[in-house]
């Protein structure tokens, strides 16, 4: 970094700055754990999310797609688990009234994870340490369970509750059986969606990573519960490579060990071949977006949620915060299906053709955050560099390497000056270009050098200009974000 403050802050900055992402509604003061996207936040928003659906469900013969309900009925979340135990530990200062989340207290004054730990095991750590309110150092009242489900009532009476989604997944598990139905797949198939969800969080914190208000894309996929090894397509990413970082190299203070898949297969450190080809796959995507710095992390045996066997976070090496999760991938097994049949006396069990059994089917599930992946998206892309300003003076400038596919202005065109019909053959080219991509901007506004310092800021790969040679023989120069290199070529070669 060339600039003093933190490469986060930097980020979020820039974030706030150019209108990517900021907190929400700031009119009316701050709104803690909710924000807004800009014109930039929200086309990089939509190419990630394409990316995406287009990777994961379109791309697949094996996968459907749902947009279902953010309200829903009060009984999916009795029947899921959610109403009795989606807490989280909050403690309150005795003296200044801050609230925190327990867990992420003990980790900051300790650095030491105790993700998932019982509230019992949190009040041990909380009176031996003799932690008290990092705000004020007033006294900590007991850790309790605080329900993070946001609560709202329907209709005209109060009576009629429901809750706002915390995941999207449970919406998938209560219309699995009907979509298996008419979307005529055989198991193994996914039902993907990519949505909203609501998580009243104690202490929303580190920007958009940890909101009250985000969007997650998550797949359910639906494999016959003695078939979790039967995975045709895992040949494909044996061979591939992560770094994997198991319950035992956490215990040991270590990042992890890098094997291929194959071996983690083998050595039993993932149990279940679906299980890996979904972890195998969702590092290809992000690799394709240019996100490489992962580790793939174990959950420990005392951090398991209460509806999962095994589950394994995608951890990214954050600059300040090391590594933390950035998405999930769980195997709940039968849990969901098996509890909402309960809850509804509906039975939830599907005809395997391959088998000729009725099965209730066991779920992989990859559970990925929109908001948190951009964020890390932008932390990854941003670069310092030193340069000059338009009189010759120092300056840092600030280039976002945004991968290419996501950038939300893939290409602008700029008039070298508004004069000699430069400007007029700058918008004749900008129109034809508009029509291959949307997406693409003109700019005429300000110094030349101003104009790419704004691009390399909002992450466009390249920036064409019109100059006087332009007027004569129709070529143009077309300048490279990263490298900064110019080319000529001819205006009609452009692809965007
Ligand atoms: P964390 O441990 O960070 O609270 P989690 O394990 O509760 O996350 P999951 O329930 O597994 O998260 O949700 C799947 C994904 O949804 C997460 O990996 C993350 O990308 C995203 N996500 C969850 N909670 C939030 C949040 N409050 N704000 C933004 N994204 C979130």
């Not at 710095?293 to 095994?310: F, G, I, N, T, V």
């Not at 390249?462 to 006087?468: I, N």
């Amino acid at each position: 970094m060339v600039s003093k403050e933190s490469k986060t802050q930097a980020v979020i900055n820039l974030c706030q700055r150019r209108g990517f992402v900021f907190p929400a509604g700031d009119l009316y003061g701050s709104f803690a754990g909710f924000f807004d996207y800009g014109p930039l936040g929200v086309e990089l928003k939509r190419n990630v999310q394409a990316s995406w659906w287009n990777r994961f469900v379109l791309g697949r013969e094996d996968m459907l797609g749902l947009d279902g309900a953010v309200l829903t009925h009060p009984r999916i979340w009795k029947a899921s688990g959610h109403v009795d135990a989606f807490n989280d530990p909050l403690v309150q200062c005795k003296k200044c009234k801050h609230r925190f989340r327990a867990d992420h207290l003990i980790e900051e004054e300790l650095k030491e994870s105790v993700d998932g730990i019982s509230e019992e095991k949190l009040n041990a750590f909380l009176s031996e340490h003799k932690l008290v309110c990092p705000d004020c150092k007033g006294a900590l009242s007991e850790a309790k369970n605080f329900n993070l489900m946001f609560k709202t009532s329907v209709g005209a009476t109060e009576d009629n509750y429901a809750y706002l989604r915390p995941e999207t997944a449970q919406v998938i598990f209560t219309n699995f059986k009907y979509l298996h139905q008419i979307g005529r797949k055989q198991l193994p198939f996914g039902i993907a969606q990519a949505g909203r969800s609501f998580r009243n969080e104690i202490s929303p914190r580190n920007f958009v990573f940890r909101g009250r208000e985000f969007e997650q894309m998550e797949i359910e996929f639906f494999v016959h519960p003695d078939k979790l090894d039967d995975c045709p397509d895992f040949d494909a990413v044996s061979k591939r490579k992560a770094l994997f970082c198991t319950e035992k190299h956490q215990k040991d203070g270590e990042d992890g060990q890098k094997m291929t898949f194959g071996d983690a297969i083998k050595k039993k450190i993932v149990q279940t071949k679906w299980h890996a080809y979904w972890l195998a796959e969702a590092l290809d995507w992000f690799a394709s977006l240019g996100l490489t710095k992962l580790r793939l992390r174990q959950h420990r045996s005392d951090e398991l949620s209460h509806y999962a066997k095994e589950t394994w976070d995608v951890e990214y090496d954050y600059p300040e915060w090391g590594w933390k999760e950035l998405m999930g991938i769980a195997n709940r097994t039968d849990f969901d299906l098996k509890q909402h049949s309960k809850e509804s006396g509906k039975e939830l069990a599907v005809f395997d053709e391959s088998t000729k059994q009725k099965v209730v089917p066991h779920v992989i599930e990859p559970s990925f955050g929109l908001d948190r992946l951009l964020f890390t998206l932008l932390l990854d892309a941003f670069t310092e560099k030193k340069g000059k300003d338009d009189s010759g003076k120092e300056e840092t400038k600030v280039l976002l390497k945004l991968h290419e596919s996501i950038a939300p202005v893939p290409l602008a065109v700029f008039p070298l000056m508004k004069k000699d019909g430069l400007a007029e053959k700058a918008w004749e080219i900008y129109v034809k270009l508009k029509k291959q991509n949307p997406a693409i901007v003109y700019d005429e506004s300000g110094s030349i050098g101003k104009r790419y310092a704004r691009m390399d800021e909002a992450g466009t790969p390249k920036c064409v200009t019109v100059d006087h040679q332009t007027l004569q023989d129709g070529t143009v120069t077309i300048r490279d974000r990263d490298s900064g290199e110019q080319k000529r070529v001819k205006s009609d070669s452009i692809k965007t």
